[in-house]
């Protein structure tokens, strides 16, 4: 496997609706980075999926609910969520998340 590289003009951010977007900024068949942009009031539903998934929270503030607890995260926090852990979050002030998935989550690009 060789390295590969993805310029920011390649990048396609898609809009899912309610003040949130995502772009995926690389990946391979092992893992997904993924950049998640979010309006104020922006919601990521509760959900859970068989991939192990770190966030670092870039920017803003933002309530996850994990696995029926709340946690609030700002600029600088991290979380991992080992696989199929319900998850979901609301963004309290705009701010961007990146995430890292083991393996690709292949539901992203279709």
Not at 20 to 49: D, K, P, W, Y
């Amino acid at each position: 496997m060789k390295a590969s590289v993805i310029r920011t003009g390649d990048q396609t951010i898609t809009d899912l609706g309610g003040g949130v977007s995502r772009c995926v900024l690389s990946h391979n068949q092992e893992m997904m980075l993924v950049r998640v942009m979010f309006e104020t009031g922006g919601i990521g539903a509760m959900h859970a999926h068989p991939h192990t998934q770190s966030t670092y929270v870039v920017s803003g503030k933002f309530r996850f609910t994990i696995d029926g607890r709340d946690e609030e995260v700002c600029a600088g926090d991290t979380i991992t969520f080992p696989s199929g852990i319900p998850h979901g979050t609301i963004c309290l002030e705009k701010g961007e998340l990146i995430d890292i998935f083991t393996p690709c989550r292949e539901d992203f690009l279709k």
